[in-house]
């Protein structure tokens, strides 16, 4: 069971740093990119909130990662452009520890990454 919460730690500042890093690259004053991370629940977003042009206000999504009891990074949101799950996989994460869980079920065995 350490074995798995010792994963569980790891890839919890794998994904942190990561949506850290993608939030300090962005310079605008506003909307702004904040990374919120529910340690307890292990659910972690960089979000984009602000304003965009003075007239509409944004609040969204951009990635949502949630890591699992069994230790595997589940990738629940990604509306960016970003090729997220192999930059996981750059950091040491391995394929077979992430799911693209916005894939049905059915199409994840097509994917190089986990399917449950």
């Known amino acids: ?3 798995v919460g010792s994963k569980i730690k790891h890839y919890e500042q794998v994904v942190i740093v990561f949506l850290e890093e993608e939030a ?3 310079h605008n004053e506003s909307p702004k990119e904040l990374v919120l991370a529910d340690k307890e629940k292990r659910h972690y977003q ?3 909130t602000g304003w965009t042009d003075d007239v509409r206000f944004v609040n969204d999504i951009l990635v949502h990662f ?3 009891d069994d230790g595997k990074i589940w990738l629940l949101e990604n509306n960016t452009e970003w090729l997220v799950a192999e930059e996981l996989v750059r950091r040491g994460v391995p394929s077979h520890d992430i799911v693209i869980g916005f894939h049905p079920p059915q199409y ?3 994917t190089d990454f986990a399917v449950a």
Do not use: A, G, Q
């Open 24 to 26: 300090s690259n962005w």
């Open 108 to 110: 994840r065995k097509f």
């Open 66 to 68: 949630h890591i699992s």
């Open 46 to 48: 960089l979000i984009m």
């Open 1 to 3: 069971m350490e074995e």
